[in-house]
T-cell receptor
Framework: NAGVMQNPRHLVRRRGQEARLRCSPM?????VYWYRQLPEEGLKFMVY????????ESGMPKERFSAEFPKEGPSILRIQQVVRGDSAAYFC??????????FGPGTRLTVL | GENVEQHPSTLSVQEGDSAVIKCTYS??????FPWYKQELGKGPQLIID?????GEKKDQRIAVTLNKTAKHFSLHITETQPEDSAVYFC????????????FGKGTRLSVIA
């Protein structure tokens, strides 16, 4: 059973461009969470999704950020008009229905 | 909402010694407490977790204890090895049940050979 997959692993964008981060959950997992990690800090929750539904987006900035988890295909975290402060590692985690969350390897976003 | 505090922020031990990392939480309704290990450049790896119906859980050299009255839980690593060197995070559910996790700020463990 493959683990959580994320791509790309590294992404470089210039200010004002768009960033798209993808996450494929573990087989059989229908819950996906996105977290952001700044250097030397813990993980901060952004958004929680189930198939075709956003369950909790309280940790995601209202402007420029959006997320989806379509019926088919990976979950996407989209950042429009990136700024330098968006530079971070973005992790997704997937879960069955019993609390356990398994993390992917992350996408390291660098905004120039 | 939940608040998780983790101590210490850094910990150095000699190979073979034990390491203990402690966390406190604020929401008495929390019922699930995972620990993650993160190596440089990698995602967090779930190493052990405990639910509120038990006080201790062990898996080889790793153990976790939970004190619900005091609202704290601890990670114990015995017979430490250099490959245990990493950043360790504790976490608790934001609101209980299948919800986002609130993480501690992490403990950087260095095992000196």
């Amino acid at each position: 059973n493959a683990g959580v997959m994320q791509n790309p692993r590294h992404l470089v964008r210039r200010r004002g461009q768009e960033a798209r981060l993808r996450c494929s959950p573990m087989k059989g997992h229908s819950h996906v969470y996105w977290y952001r990690q700044l250097p030397e800090e813990g993980l901060k929750f952004m958004v929680y999704l189930q198939k075709e539904n956003i369950i909790d987006e309280s940790g995601m900035p209202k402007e420029r950020f959006s997320a989806e988890f379509p019926k088919e295909g990976p979950s996407i975290l989209r950042i429009q008009q990136v700024v330098r402060g968006d530079s971070a590692a973005y992790f997704c985690a997937s879960s069955p229905s019993n609390n356990e969350q398994f993390f992917g390897p992350g996408t390291r976003l660098t905004v120039l | 909402g939940e608040n998780v505090e983790q101590h210490p922020s850094t910990l150095s031990v000699q190979e073979g010694d034990s390491a203990v990392i402690k966390c406190t939480y604020s929401d008495s309704a929390s019922n699930y407490f995972p620990w993650y290990k993160q190596e440089l450049g990698k995602g967090p790896q779930l190493i052990i977790d405990i639910r509120s119906n038990v006080g201790e859980k062990k898996d080889q050299r790793i153990a976790v204890t939970l004190n619900k009255t005091a609202k704290h839980f601890s990670l114990h690593i015995t017979e430490t090895q250099p490959e245990d060197s990493a950043v360790y995070f504790c976490a608790a559910p934001q609101e209980g049940g299948n919800t986002p996790l609130v993480f501690g700020k992490g403990t950087r463990l260095s095992v000196i050979a």
